[in-house]
């Protein structure tokens, strides 16, 4: 679903203001993936946060002192809102549950179309791919509560004062400074140091040339001993519903897929500011993998195949 772009029919012709208004579109749809981990739920958010600031009257706008404090707190605590029925929503996901993967949009476009055209306008292209988007990250705050998660990202990610996260959490700003220190000692404790993002794709290519080639030993040789894979295939498709673990385990697995679906084809891409690999069957990502390295092998991989996340990729 699409937010507004611009003032919707009856308003006020637009205004730099308006305009202004219109422009933080941008940083909110950045907040809402960091917060929801999925695009579409993001959208959804921004929509309603626009909604509901158009809803008002002009000289309730105008009242306003900082529109943009105005719709960042409400698209904040419209997110708790969604985190919050959201747990409930994902123990009934079938099969694992993995963040939305987002492409690099000029990076897949150039690949799609041979470079060159105009700049797509899609919502994926709105969001800054950096280290606060990669799979791991991502991952890691989904075992935040709703609360650690969004000071969390609100203070250390976007530099919101506490004051100001205080406003959105409904709750003390000492106690989101709390929330915020529980949220990083999570990341501190559950993050690797991540691979140079050049190494990082060296690895990634060696992988599938591996997998391409059926080499087993080979893909054995890159995987971590205790690597471990999960798969999202949210019950639409045919995936395995809990985590492979172990390096040989995930090897037989990946060469057992690439018997099975004859005229894959494996793509390096760039997946939440990361190299990784997308594999299309007759021309449509059917699997986007993001991958986290530790010490030189790959130790952890990411493969979403429901069609419902893979929309950023499919749809251009």
């Not at 579109?25 to 993001?42: K, M, P, Q």
């Not at 009242?63 to 009934?92: H, K, N, Q």
Request: aromatic share 6%.
């Amino acid at each position: 679903m699409n937010t507004p772009s611009g003032p919707g029919p009856g308003h006020r012709e637009a205004t730099p203001e308006l305009n202004a208004i219109v422009g933080e579109r941008r940083r909110l749809i950045n907040l809402g993936y960091r917060l929801l981990g999925s695009l579409a739920e993001a959208e959804d958010v921004v929509q309603e946060t626009y909604t509901r600031w158009y809803a008002m009257s002009p000289e309730q706008q105008e009242a306003i002192e900082s529109p943009g404090a105005w719709l960042t707190t409400v698209a904040g605590r419209i997110c708790l809102d969604v985190l919050g029925s959201a747990r409930a929503r994902r123990e009934r996901y079938v099969g694992a549950w993995i963040p939305e993967p987002l492409p690099d949009r000029g990076e897949w476009f150039a690949g799609r179309t041979g470079g060159g055209g105009c700049e797509p306008a899609d919502p994926a292209d709105q969001v800054t791919l950096d280290e606060s988007v990669n799979m791991a990250f991502l991952v890691l705050l989904e075992s935040m509560t709703p609360a650690e998660r969004v000071a969390f990202i609100l203070h250390d990610v976007f530099r919101y004062p506490f004051a100001e996260v205080a406003e959105i959490v409904g709750r003390t700003p000492a106690a989101c400074r709390q929330l915020a220190s529980s949220a990083r000692r999570r990341i501190g404790e559950g993050r690797p140091q991540p691979a140079p993002a050049a190494g990082q794709a060296t690895l990634v290519r060696h992988f599938k040339e591996a997998w391409e080639s059926k080499d087993i030993e080979a893909l054995v040789g890159l995987l971590d001993p205790g690597a471990v894979m999960t798969a999202d295939g949210g019950g639409m498709v045919g995936t395995v519903l809990r985590p492979v673990e172990g390096g040989r385990n995930i090897a037989q697995y990946l060469i057992h897929i690439a018997d099975k679906a004859r005229g894959l084809e494996l793509l390096e891409r760039t997946v939440n500011g990361r190299p990784g690999l997308v594999a299309q069957h007759t021309g449509v990502p059917v699997t986007v993998a993001a991958f986290e390295i530790t010490e030189g092998r790959v130790s952890r991989i990411w493969a979403v195949r429901n069609p419902e996340k893979l929309r950023a990729w499919t749809e251009s």
